[in-house]
C-alpha cells in the first residue's frame, strides 16, 4: 500500500520550534510508518543549504518565492495550501494512504474527496498546530515523536 506525506513546511517550522525536532528523526519516523514519499510546500528564499539537506534525505520540494505586497513591501506567503491540494488532487490515483500536515481547516473538503475515493488520511502535526476540527479524523501527533526543550 503506497503512502505519502504533504508538509506544510512553515507550520511544521513553527509548531516544531522548541522541541527535539529534527528532518532525519522526521524521515526515519516517516519510513518506519512506511511512508514511501515526501512533498514539502513552503514560499521561502534563500536557504539554500537547508533545501539541499531536504533534498539530500528524499523530501520532493515545492517551493515558491514569497510575494512582497506593493504596499509595503512585506514577503507574504501565498499559495502554499492550495499547491498542497492541487498537488494532492493531481497523484489521487498513485496512494492509497494520505498523510497531510496542515494546520489549516481549508483542507476538510480535501480530505472529504479523498475518503470519497476511499482514501485512507492522517492528519500530521504537534498537537498545538492542529485546528480542533482536526481531531474527527485520524491524528499522527508528533509530539508523541518530539519532546519539548525544556531550558537549562
Known sequence: MKKAIF???LLLHFSAMNKNFSY????TLL???GIDTIYYFNCIKGKEDFLKKLLELGFILRIRKPISRKT???KTVYGVDTDIIMTVMEKI????DFYILSG???MIPLIEKLEEHNKKVTIVGFESSINAGFFN?????LDNYFTSITPP
Not at 490515483?93 to 492509497?96: A, G, I, L
Not at 479524523?137 to 501527533?141: I, P, R, S
Open 24 to 27: 532525519t528523526k522526521f524521515k
Open 7 to 9: 508538509i506544510d513546511g
Open 72 to 74: 509595503d513591501h512585506v
Open 137 to 141: 479524523y485520524k491524528t499522527l501527533l
Open 93 to 96: 490515483n498513485d496512494y492509497e
Open 104 to 106: 489549516k481547516l481549508d
Open 31 to 33: 519510513k518506519d510508518l
